[in-house]
């Protein structure tokens, strides 16, 4: 592969459980299956506001909370070293993403995030990271934890991995650590594992 195209929530942080937005949404009557920043956009306008500002403090706690997933340091180690460039694409706001990248000093080739186009599960930011890197989609892998990045993924035509979460066991191909990243560095391609 090369490109490797990575989700932070859950996919390069160590998952966080029970999930902050799963809560935020049940505490502001969100749909489930929306997006919070979609859910955001159904509340009526007077509470709109004070639910978009609640939702930002809450993405800045958890950032400044989070772990990096063990194991995936290492891979982004591996990945500079192979002179094989990284992408960061996430449906976070661009001051937690900060916070993530500057609290444990990761670097990407690109970061992307909602502000810079559709939120997953769109394909827009996947495709940016496409034009940006110049690889075509099947040279790129994305890794990534939920139905959002897979859809995402598969309508950018890049092949996707999913690293295990508490709750995602029924997507696949899934990997068990980020270590199993590195056997894709030699141009395997993901149909040859589970
Ligand atoms: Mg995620």
Redesign the pocket.
């Known amino acids: 592969m090369k490109a490797f195209l990575f ?5 390069l942080l160590e998952p966080v459980r029970p999930s902050p937005l799963l809560e935020f949404k049940r505490r502001w009557g969100l749909p489930n299956d929306h997006l919070v920043i979609e859910g955001l956009s159904l509340l009526p306008e007077t509470q709109r506001e004070i639910a978009r500002g609640a939702f930002h403090q809450l993405e800045r706690e958890v950032a400044q909370k989070s772990r990096v997933r063990p194991g995936m340091r290492a891979v982004l180690r591996a990945l500079r070293r192979a002179a094989v460039p990284t992408a960061l694409i996430t449906n976070n706001n661009p001051e937690a993403v900060q916070i993530v990248l500057q609290r444990h000093r990761l670097e990407f080739s690109l970061v992307l995030t909602r502000a810079d186009g559709r939120p997953k599960p769109a394909p827009d930011l996947i495709e940016q990271a496409l034009a940006y890197l110049k690889v075509r989609p099947e040279e790129a892998l994305f890794v ?3 139905h959002a ?1 897979r859809i995402a993924a598969e309508a950018a035509g890049v092949p996707i991995v999913f690293l295990p979460t508490p709750d995602n066991a029924d997507l696949h191909p899934r990997l068990r650590t980020p270590q199993e990243l590195l056997a894709f560095l030699d141009n395997t391609r993901p149909s040859a594992i589970g």
């Not at 989700?7 to 996919?11: A, E, F, G, P, Q």
């Open positions: 989700d932070m929530d859950d996919t990534g934890d939920s990045d």
